[in-house]
């Protein structure tokens, strides 16, 4: 879908963080079987896990850059160098890393790249290759109407005019939503893979938990460690098996919700570890124990959910811990 957008650009798959804690071997596998040829990590460590997974053909850049003790590892797993900073082209061309790689500016992120002022010198900065790609990162594309996207694109604009006919990236998931100046030859969708940012993307992964047990609370009864919620009139209550310690997030106690038979539970009393409980006025009669409620998916949708517990999709999907039980589609 991300590739119908623009044509003429590819989208490639950003996998880092174990694929936005979706399970980095499985994801990469299907993407790549899906027709994806290149990804994106954050750690070399992470782009030998997405190479055994995806095989030889395809690409594997790793964003943070390389670290002297990875050097072996971008040989012997085949992955690409993005280079950030005047140390890590150092770094590069003195460990004679004998792989492609990626040189990334800043134009206007201030997190991590090279300086555009920095471009021209760097075309003849004494490489064997020149990069196989040019890259930069936008700071607010998620506001279309932003000024900075345009100043950002001039910017981008600007270093490409040092690099010609090198493949250049410039949009993230948000990005990829701006419009074609914005695709150049490579988009990098992440969150927009697995559901999240919006524009009517389709959810990338249900996540629902079992319910344990089905009871009644009492009016003026109270809910949870701490009695954060007080039973107003009698309730029927379900507590599932899920908690913080899956990585579904504490600070959406009293907030957040799961979802039976279409109908919205909200969650009552504090996420423990393990556990959640959930008012289920709306659904009288029709929970039983070993239902499965969903808290995230179509009908609970990632970035609502997140709002819930005061911070974004992101957070919240990366944070999914390894006691989650993932089961893949295809
Ligand atoms: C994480 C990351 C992405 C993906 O961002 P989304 O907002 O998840 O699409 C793209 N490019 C870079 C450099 C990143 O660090």
């Not at 002022?117 to 064997?128: P, V």
């Not at 009016?219 to 209550?237: F, M, R, S």
């Not at 393990?274 to 970035?303: N, Y």
Request: with cysteine; glycine share 14%; hydrophobic share 40%.
């Amino acid at each position: 879908m991300l590739n119908a957008l623009h044509a003429g650009a590819e989208a490639s798959a950003v996998v880092k963080a174990n694929a936005y804690g979706h399970g980095a071997a499985e994801v990469s596998k299907a993407l790549s079987k899906a027709g994806c040829t290149t990804f994106f990590v954050a750690y070399a460590g992470e782009g030998v896990i997405v190479r055994d997974a995806v095989g030889l053909e395809a690409r594997i850049f790793v964003l943070n850059g390389p670290r002297t003790e990875d050097l072996p590892l971008y040989e012997s797993s085949a992955l690409c160098g993005v280079l950030n900073t005047a140390a890590q082209v150092e770094l590069w061309f003195k460990g004679r890393v004998k792989r492609p790689f990626a040189l990334k500016f800043d134009t206007g992120m201030n997190r991590l790249g090279l300086p555009t002022s920095e471009a021209g010198a760097l075309t003849d900065a004494g490489t064997d290759l020149p990069p196989a790609l040019v890259m930069s990162h936008l700071a607010y594309a998620d506001d279309a109407d932003n000024p900075m996207n345009s100043r950002q694109l001039e910017a981008f604009r600007g270093v490409l005019t040092c690099f010609p006919g090198v493949l250049a990236s410039l949009s993230n998931s948000a990005g990829c939503f701006l419009g074609p100046d914005f695709a150049f030859d490579l988009t990098r969708p992440g969150i927009a893979l697995y559901g999240g940012g919006g524009h009517g993307v389709q959810p990338g992964i249900t996540l629902t938990a079992e319910i344990l047990s089905v009871h009644d609370g009492r009016a003026g009864e109270t809910v949870g460690y701490g009695a954060t919620h007080q039973l107003t009139e009698d309730t029927p209550l379900a507590t599932v098996a899920l908690g913080y310690g899956d990585g579904f997030l504490r600070s959406g106690s009293n907030a957040g919700f799961g979802v039976l038979k279409g109908a919205r539970c909200p969650i009552v009393g504090r996420i423990s570890m393990d556990l959640i409980t959930l008012d289920m006025s709306a659904v009288v009669g029709k929970a039983q124990a070993g239902d499965h409620v969903e808290f995230l998916g179509a009908a609970a949708p990632l970035d609502e959910q997140a709002a819930q517990a005061g911070t974004i999709g992101y957070e919240l999907v990366t944070g999914l811990g390894p006691r989650v039980e993932r089961t893949y589609e295809r």
